[in-house]
C-alpha cells in the first residue's frame, strides 16, 4: 500500500463508504441485546483493589483535613520503617565490629554466631 499520495486515498475510501449499503436488515431487538451484554459485562466485572483505593483516595483528597492526616500517618509510618531499619543494621554492625575486635586481641578465638 501506497501512501505516497494520502488525499487520493481518502477520497476513494470516501467514495466506496458513500456507496456502501448494507443488505440485509438487522435482526428484531438488536439493539436491547446489544445493551444487555454491556450491563452484563459491566455487572461481572469487578474493580481491582487498587482502582478501588485509587477511586477512594480521590474522593477524599480535595479535603485538607484528611490529606494532612493521610500525609502525617505515611510519614510517620515512613520515619518509624526507617528507624527500625537503621536500628537492625546498626545492631549487626555493632556484632561485626565486635567479633573483629575480639579477632584482632585474639586470632584464636572463635568467632560467635
Same mark, same amino acid.
Request: net charge positive; hydrophobic share 40%.
Given at each position: ?12 475510501? =470516501? ?10 436488515? @438487522?435482526?428484531?431487538?438488536? %439493539?436491547? *441485546?446489544? /445493551? +444487555? ?25 480535595? =479535603? ?10 505515611? @510519614?510517620?509510618?515512613?520515619? %518509624?520503617? *526507617?528507624? /527500625? +531499619? ?25 568467632? =560467635?554466631?
Amino acid at each position: 500500500m501506497s501512501l505516497k499520495h494520502p488525499a487520493d486515498n481518502d477520497a476513494s475510501l =470516501r467514495t466506496e463508504l458513500q456507496q456502501w449499503k448494507v443488505q440485509r436488515p @438487522l435482526p428484531p431487538r438488536f %439493539a436491547e *441485546g446489544v /445493551w +444487555q451484554r454491556i450491563e452484563r459485562a459491566e455487572a461481572t466485572e469487578r474493580p481491582a483493589l487498587f482502582d478501588a483505593w485509587r477511586a477512594w483516595l480521590t474522593s477524599v483528597m480535595p =479535603r485538607p483535613a484528611v490529606a494532612v492526616s493521610y500525609i502525617a500517618v505515611l @510519614l510517620a509510618i515512613g520515619i %518509624a520503617t *526507617g528507624q /527500625w +531499619q537503621a536500628r537492625l543494621k546498626a545492631s549487626r554492625l555493632d556484632n561485626e565490629l565486635e567479633q573483629r575486635y575480639v579477632q584482632t586481641i585474639d586470632p584464636y578465638q572463635k568467632p =560467635r554466631l
